[in-house]
C-alpha cells in the first residue's frame, strides 16, 4: 500500500516476475562489481595515485595531511576519501580489494538510502526499479568501486538532498532529517571542499524558489544548531591542514574552486594538467555518463504533453525536486572549461530516479508498465550487465587486450626475473603512480638517459620501465646493453645484461 505521502500518478507497480528480474540483476551487478574490484588493477592515472596516496597514509601512519610523495602534501582534496581507502588498506591489506572496500560499502549504502527513500513515498516497485538503474549506469557502476573522490562526495550530497525532503514533508524522522542534512553537507566538504556545499544549494534552492517554500525550509531546519554541527565536523581537519602545512587554503580553495574553473587550461594545478573543453561539454558527458539508460528519456518525449501535466499534477513537487537536483551539475558547470566527466556524479542519482517520473507520467497515470515499456527496461539492464560481465571476463581470461594503464604486470615480471635480491626498479617516465604503489613506493624515476647510462656503471643487475618508443630512440650500443624482458602496454621491462662491459661516451 502506498504511503500518504506518495504521489497518486508518478507511481508504479510491477509484477512478481519483474521485480524477480529486477532482484536479479541488482545481484549480478554486485557480484560483477565485487569481482572487478578485485581482477582489475589500480590504473593511471587517477585512481593508481589516489590508491598511492592511500598507501602512502597507511605506511606513514599520517592520517592528516594525504602525501602525493613522501614529505610532499597533497593539497588537491580534503582526505575523506583517502580515509576510507587507507581504513581498508589498513583491515585488508595494501591491495586492489582493500583500497576499494570501503568505497564499495559506501555505494551501498547510497543505493540502500536512495532505495528507502523512494520507497517511503513512491513505492517498493518505484524503488526498486530506480534502484537498479542507478546501479547499473556507467558512471556508477564504476565509481562504486573505484579509488577517486567521487563516489565519497556524493554520499554527502544524495543524504542532504534526501534528508531535506524528509525535513519538509512532515515524516516521523524530521527533526533527525534536519541534523542529517548539515552531516551530508560536511561529509561534502571533506570529501570535495565548498563544491559539494554548492552542489547541493543549487538543486535545493531552485525547487524553494520555484515552490515558494521558503517559510517551511526556514522553519523544518534546524540552521543554528544544525550549522554548528557541520562546522564541528569539518573545519578542525582544514584548520590542522594549513597549520601542517600553510599554503593550504590558498590553492585548495582559490586555486581548486575558483581558477581551475574560470581558465580555460588553467596551468596552477600542482597534480595534473587542465583539461580544456568547450563551454556547454557537461551536458555531453551527462548523457555519456547515463549509458546504456541515456535514450530511454527520449522514449517518453512522443507523449511531452501528458508528461508535462504529469510534473503539473505531482503533488508534493517531488518530480521537480528530482529535475532540480538531476540539473545541478549541468548548470554550474555549462560556462566550466576546466572540467572532466565525472562532474556530472551529484546528479545521477536524481536522474534515474527522475526516468522512472517521466515513464510513469507519460502513461498518464497508468500503474502497470506497458509491455514495450517492460522490454525496454529489461533489455537496458540486460546490456549493462553484459558490458560489465564482458569488462571482467577480459580482464580475467585476455589480459592480453585489456586496458594497460596500469604497471601491475611489469612490476610482477620484474620480480620474477629479479637476479638478485638487491635488484632495483626504476621508471623512465614523468610520475607514474601504479608502479609507485605497486612496489610500494621503493621505485626510482629517471630524469634522463644521462642517468639510464649512469645504471650500467655499478654492479648491480637493475631493472627499467621505458616507454617502447623512448627506448627505439637510444643509441644501439645503450639499447644493446639491455636486455628486454616483454612489452608492458606502451612500456619495455628492460634489465642490464651480465657481463655487459661499460658504455664508452662516445656512444651517447
Not at 512478481?16 to 529486477?22: A, E, H, K, T, V
Not at 556524479?345 to 497515470?365: E, Q
Not at 564482458?390 to 585489456?402: D, E, K, N, Q, R
Not at 610500494?440 to 627499467?464: H, K, Y
Request: charged share 15%.
Amino acid at each position: 500500500m502506498n504511503s500518504p505521502n506518495q504521489s497518486s500518478r508518478a507511481t508504479i507497480l510491477l509484477t512478481p516476475s519483474q521485480r524477480n528480474f529486477l532482484w536479479i540483476a541488482l545481484a549480478a551487478l554486485f557480484v560483477i562489481r565485487v569481482l572487478l574490484m578485485i581482477q582489475v588493477p589500480f590504473t593511471d592515472t587517477t585512481e593508481a595515485r589516489y590508491a598511492e596516496i592511500a598507501r602512502k597514509m597507511v605506511e606513514t601512519n599520517d592520517w592528516i595531511t594525504p602525501q602525493i610523495d613522501y614529505g610532499v602534501p597533497f593539497w588537491g582534496k580534503p582526505p575523506l576519501h583517502t580515509w576510507v581507502s587507507a581504513a581498508g588498506m589498513k583491515l585488508f591489506g595494501v591491495n586492489e580489494f582493500g583500497g576499494r572496500f570501503f568505497i564499495f560499502v559506501t555505494g551501498l549504502f547510497i543505493l540502500r538510502w536512495l532505495y528507502y527513500w523512494a520507497r517511503e513515498f513512491k513505492g517498493k516497485d518505484y524503488a526498486l526499479l530506480s534502484t537498479t538503474i542507478l546501479a547499473s549506469t556507467a558512471l556508477y557502476f564504476v565509481s562504486m568501486a573505484n579509488v577517486m573522490t567521487d563516489l565519497v562526495m556524493i554520499a554527502g550530497t544524495t543524504l542532504s538532498m534526501i534528508a531535506f525532503w524528509r525535513a519538509l514533508h512532515g515524516t516521523q524522522k524530521t527533526t533527525s532529517a534536519g541534523y542529517l542534512f548539515f552531516v551530508g553537507l560536511a561529509i561534502g566538504l571533506l570529501a570535495k571542499g565548498p563544491v559539494a556545499f554548492v552542489l547541493t544549494a543549487i538543486p535545493i534552492g531552485s525547487w524553494v524558489l520555484i515552490h515558494n517554500r521558503w517559510r517551511d525550509t526556514w522553519l523544518r531546519l534546524p540552521w543554528i544548531s544544525g550549522t554548528i554541527l557541520m562546522l564541528a565536523l569539518s573545519i578542525p581537519w582544514y584548520l590542522l591542514a594549513e597549520l601542517k602545512t600553510p599554503g593550504f587554503l590558498q590553492y585548495f580553495i582559490v586555486g581548486e574552486h575558483l581558477e581551475r574553473f574560470l581558465q580555460s587550461g588553467w596551468q596552477g594545478d600542482l597534480y595534473g594538467s587542465g583539461h580544456a573543453e568547450a563551454r556547454g561539454t557537461i551536458w555531453l558527458y551527462w548523457l555519456e555518463m547515463l549509458l546504456p539508460w541515456t535514450f530511454l528519456f527520449l522514449v517518453p518525449l512522443r507523449r511531452a504533453r501528458s508528461v508535462v501535466e504529469g510534473f503539473k499534477n505531482d503533488t508534493p513537487r517531488w518530480s521537480s525536486y528530482l529535475l532540480c537536483w538531476a540539473l545541478s551539475p549541468m548548470i554550474f558547470f555549462t560556462m566550466a572549461t576546466n572540467i572532466i566527466p565525472t562532474y556530472v556524479i551529484t546528479g545521477i542519482p536524481a536522474s534515474c530516479l527522475l526516468l522512472v517520473d517521466v515513464w510513469v507520467h507519460a502513461a498518464s497515470g497508468r500503474r502497470e508498465p506497458t509491455p514495450a515499456a517492460v522490454r525496454t527496461f529489461k533489455a537496458s539492464a540486460s546490456i549493462g550487465i553484459l558490458i560489465f560481465a564482458t569488462a571482467y571476463l577480459t580482464y580475467t581470461f585476455v589480459p592480453s587486450i585489456a586496458p594497460k594503464r596500469t604497471q601491475k604486470t611489469l612490476v610482477e615480471q620484474k620480480i620474477r626475473n629479479e637476479g638478485f635480491v638487491s635488484a632495483q626498479l626504476y621508471y623512465f617516465s614523468k610520475k607514474n603512480y601504479s608502479i609507485e604503489f605497486y612496489t610500494n613506493g621503493n621505485a626510482i624515476r629517471l630524469e634522463s638517459t644521462d642517468d639510464l647510462e649512469a645504471l650500467l656503471m655499478d654492479d648491480n643487475r637493475d631493472f627499467v620501465s621505458i616507454d617502447d618508443r623512448k627506448f627505439k630512440t637510444l643509441d644501439p650500443a645503450l639499447q644493446n646493453a639491455y636486455f628486454q624482458h616483454g612489452k608492458f602496454g606502451k612500456s619495455l621491462l628492460i634489465s642490464e645484461k651480465p657481463n655487459r662491459g661499460k658504455i664508452p661516451p662516445s656512444s651517447r
